[in-house]
Structures are given as C-alpha cells and as structure tokens.
C-alpha cells in the first residue's frame, strides 16, 4: 500500500481534560482534525480546496482505540498516514502518543468520502482534481 506521512504535537490545555486532569476521550478526535488541518497544509491539499473544486468531504467512519492516559500538561504527537486508494474515499490512520514518556496514547482511523457541494450527492469515482493531486505526491511503500 502506498501511504503519505505527517505529524504534529498538541499541547494538552486544561479545557481538554476531565476532572482527573486526564485529556478526555472526545478530544481525539480534535487531535485527529488538527493533524487533518496540517496534513492537508503540508501536501497542498485544504478543505477550502476540496470546497473550491466543488465538494465536501465529511467524515463517513472514525475508530479510537485508547491505549493510555496523557494528562494536563503534557504534550502529545499526532502521526498521521495517508492511505492510497482506488474508491473514492480518504482514509487516515493516525497515533498519538505521550510525549512525557513515549507511550502509545491511541490510536485510530477516519473515512471521508467525496460529496457534491452543490446537490450533496455522494461520487463514486474519485474527482479529477484529486486523482491530480494523488499522481503529484511522492507516496511511500507502507512499513
């Protein structure tokens, strides 16, 4: 499989935490847009250019799987990877890990598909302009 690779790390502030100061499990999925936001800054691939071209592209499918506890203070690295496919669908892995002491934190998935901005119809074919975007990018062989 052919994948592209990004990473942030995101401070954990205290509005991100439960009462035990642990960061709280819906935030993932903040973490998850974060690295989103800056994948697609990093590759040239934004929201406002699939809007531009003509398409939403909501999140159909997302997995967290939570493997330990980062708390108020600390800070968190997102990995997150870019799978190639043939259907007309994003899908992203992502990591977060604890950066105080290394340990895996999550981990998880999203899927987005191609809606139609104009009538939201779903595409089952890949538009053009990312099929485009797909065939500039310098894709790695995944580990």
Same mark, same amino acid.
């Given at each position: /499989?052919?994948?592209?690779?990004? =990473? ?6 205290? =509005? $991100?935490?439960?009462? /035990? ?11 998850? !847009?974060?690295?989103? $936001? ?20 909501? +999140?159909?499918? =997302? ?10 203070? #600390? ?14 669908? +994003? ?5 977060? +890990? ?8 999550? +981990?998880? /998935?999203? /899927? ?10 779903? $595409? ?10 797909? !065939?500039?990018? !310098?894709?790695?062989? =995944? #580990?």
């Amino acid at each position: /499989m052919k994948i592209l690779k990004s =990473s942030l790390v995101v401070p954990v502030r205290f =509005s $991100e935490t439960d009462a /035990m100061g642990v960061v709280w499990h819906g935030n993932y999925l903040k973490f998850f !847009e974060d690295a989103r $936001e800056k994948f697609g800054k990093e590759f040239g691939i934004e929201y406002l250019d699939m809007y531009r071209n003509g398409y939403f592209t909501p +999140i159909v499918k =997302s997995e967290i799987n939570h493997k330990a506890s980062i708390f108020y203070g #600390e800070e968190a690295k997102v990995n997150i990877t870019l799978e190639k496919h043939d259907a007309a669908k +994003i899908i992203f892995q992502y990591e977060v +890990i604890n950066l105080a002491n290394n340990a895996v934190a999550a +981990i998880g /998935m999203t /899927m987005q598909v191609f809606m139609n901005a104009e009538d939201r119809s779903l $595409e089952l074919i890949k538009p053009s302009f990312y099929a485009e975007w797909e !065939e500039q990018q !310098e894709w790695l062989d =995944s #580990e």
